[in-house]
């Protein structure tokens, strides 16, 4: 199993461009989300997703739009860089946790971003 | 809302030698589970224990041990042995007992090994 792989591990943009990120996994997990962590801030939710086909809001949402079209794919999409964007971005995957069962959240290696 | 407080933001430890790691949190949920990830010079980041709220006793892992006290809301992680390879940033991290299985992070600590 390859468990939680992001696309690319670094980036530099130019402001006002725009990318994607994509994150896979091969565990058939239903929770993904991803993370941007900055110094001294620790890690910070900006999306994630319950199942195909839906996505929510977390601490840090705007200026980035998510997709899951498919269960093992989760995509993060910048429309027009900022500079404010400069981070590392994480992404993550659990399974289905019922209440009162927390399953652990899979990282992936994450992906360097340079907004210049 | 909850918040995860490190307030460490470096410490160091001889190897072998025993180091605690400090946490602490706010939540007015008695649901919940906390989490320390680890995250070496890879970025990778790694689950080194988790502490489910309803639990009394403490979690232990091998040479991780956390000190989980619910009233006083703080979750410290003992290291004991340390060794080089502890290294790390470590982050200490709230997940609420709802199904959305959010995480909530600190800051971190960043822990040096010294031989």
């Known amino acids: 199993n390859a468990g939680v792989t992001q696309t690319p591990k670094f980036r530099v943009l130019k402001t006002g461009q725009s990318m994607t990120l994509l994150c896979a996994q091969d565990?058939?997990?239903?929770?993904m989300y991803w993370y941007r962590q900055d110094p001294g801030m620790g890690l910070r939710l900006i999306h994630y997703s319950v199942g195909e086909g839906t996505t929510a809001k977390g601490e840090v949402p705007d200026g980035y739009n998510v997709s899951r079209l498919k269960k093992q794919n989760f995509l993060l999409g910048l429309e027009s860089a900022a500079p404010s964007q400069t981070s590392v971005y994480f992404c993550?995957?659990?399974?289905?946790?019922?209440?009162?069962?927390?399953?652990?959240?899979?990282f992936g290696p994450g992906t360097r971003l340079t907004v210049t | 809302a909850q918040t995860v407080t490190q307030s460490q933001p470096e410490m160091s430890v001889q190897e072998a030698e025993t180091v605690t790691l400090s946490c602490t949190y706010d939540t007015s949920e008695s649901d919940y589970y906390l989490f320390w990830y680890k995250q070496p010079p890879s970025r990778q980041m790694i689950l080194v224990i988790r502490?489910?709220?309803?639990?009394?006793q403490n979690a232990t892992e091998n040479r991780f041990s956390v000190n989980f006290q619910k009233a006083a809301k703080s979750f410290s992680l003992k290291i004991s042995d340390s060794q080089l390879g502890d290294a790390a940033m470590y982050f200490c991290?709230?997940?609420?007992?709802?199904?959305?299985?959010?995480?909530?992070f600190g800051t971190g600590t960043r822990l040096q090994v010294f031989p």
């Open positions: 993550a995957s659990s399974r289905f946790g019922l209440a009162g069962i927390s399953y652990e959240q899979y």
């Open positions: 565990m058939n997990h239903e929770y």
């Open positions: 991290a709230y997940r609420s007992g709802r199904v959305t299985d959010k995480l909530i």
């Open positions: 502490q489910e709220a309803y639990k009394q």
